[in-house]
């Protein structure tokens, strides 16, 4: 009885001289190289996503969480804005078109147009290896200019007096040391030196992700605490946790100290950002003082006969005034 042959399995018959040249080439070993399916009908591994390249890109240059999650909404935003085309099909002309609209159309500020910049050109740069040349035709969303807010030593007292536990803690530690509302949340004991009176601000990195971040408390818990402790306490001003930061850097300029030193506690890595107090201190051109102060301190104001003498002694005074004696 003949056994059915498989049409899977290829039987090649070589001559014995073929075998004795080739030790390692016999019947079953061809047979079994018979048995496996073409090349072309290989499972192949599907390919990677751009998105998930983006974010793994970000991790390997050890991005925040935050940074990731910003640059992979803007990347997305901008290959939906172009109709889902891929960006290697767009170029400089489309990354112009975008960043235009989102200061003429959107209206968003300066920081956030550059925050989208920043994510396209580490898309093209770093993810796709394609250098984009200089976007000189890109409208810019204008920047205001605006001081930071700052309270008093006064408003600072009332808005501690407001706060209770971890978070009071915390306040006291950003206003007497400068510090961001995110260094506070990831500082941890041994940074702290008791004895030179010195806080040590890393940069701490997670194990498992590579990413700079701690979790010890999220920094809303702060936020919310803050928001409704100045509201509390009366202070009639947008102060928010970097207002204590602010407020740090002002209080030690108005007692004397050199605004290299402020440069260096604040971790300012340009004087002109650290400039931007002196205005608040009205230093500089804010500090000129009007010729008029003088003359209305020079010469007494008429209204001034009505508001620094006492009420007894304006019945007298009346006399003195021009009509007075007319209208008796």
Known sequence: MTEPVDPRVRTVVISPQTATQEPGLGRASLIRSAQQPPASTLPQAPKQRLLDRVREDL???????????AYVHWIRRYILFHGKRHPLDMGPEEVTQFLSSLATESKVSASTQNQALSALLFLYHDVLRVDLPWLDEVVRAKRPERLPVVLTAEEVARLLAQLRGVVRLMVALMYGSGLRLLECCRLRVKDADFARHQIM??????????????????????????????????????????????????????????IRTVQELLGHKDVSTTMIYTHVLNRGPAA???????????????????????????????SLLPGEKDRE
Do not use: M, W
Request: charged share 30%.
């Open 59 to 69: 991790r390997l240059h050890r991005y925040s969480r935050r940074t990731e999650k």
């Open 201 to 258: 601000v890393r940069a701490y990195i997670c194990r498992q992700t590579g990413q700079r971040r701690r979790h010890h408390l999220h920094e809303s818990v702060v936020q919310r605490e803050v928001k409704v402790a100045v509201r509390r306490a009366g202070i009639p001003k947008p102060a928010s946790c970097h207002s204590l930061r602010h407020s740090f850097a002002t209080h030690l300029l108005e007692d004397g100290y050199d």
């Open 288 to 318: 000129v003082r009007s010729p008029f102060e003088r003359l209305v301190t020079a010469v007494p104001s008429p209204l001034s006969v009505y508001t620094n003498i006492p009420d007894r002694a304006l019945a007298s005074t009346r």
